[in-house]
Nanobody
Framework: EVQLVESGGGLVQAGGSLRLSCAAS????????IGWFRHAPGKEREGVSC?????????YYTNSVRGRFTISKDNAKNMVYLQMNSLKPEDTAVYYC???????????????????WGQGTQVTVSS
């Protein structure tokens, strides 16, 4: 059974930082890319960043977060992280992680490998 537990969110002032964590289980971690998504009120859920599977650490970032967010992973612990710096009010959303079939470095839509979402973690950035 796939389980994804996101944590690390909170309330932060604009310009601040947060580090999100994603604990993954129930699937072969090394076989999948992992993506971070966010869902803001009144907006569609969007893919924010992804990291390729196995020993491939290549990453992708959507334009709005490139240069501010950094995705990383620990294959030994089945963990994925999202370091978020220089946060802006428009980053306010619930953040989710999910295994992907593939992480395109050129912005192809994220395709989730499983029909499952964790509970997410709320990030609120005040101005």
């Amino acid at each position: 059974e796939v389980q994804l537990v996101e944590s690390g969110g909170g309330l932060v002032q604009a310009g601040g930082s947060l580090r999100l964590s994603c604990a993954a289980s129930g699937f072969t971690f090394d076989d999948y890319a992992i993506g971070w998504f966010r869902h803001a009120p009144g907006k569609e859920r969007e893919g924010v960043s992804c990291i390729r599977s196995g020993r491939d650490d290549n990453t992708y970032y959507t334009n709005s977060v490139r240069g501010r967010f950094t995705i990383s992973k620990d294959n030994a612990k089945n963990m994925v992280y999202l370091q978020m710096n220089s946060l802006k009010p428009e980053d306010t959303a619930v953040y989710y992680c999910a295994p992907l079939y593939y992480c395109s470095l050129y912005g192809a839509p994220f395709r989730k490998a499983y029909d499952y979402w964790g509970q997410g973690t709320q990030v609120t950035v005040s101005s």
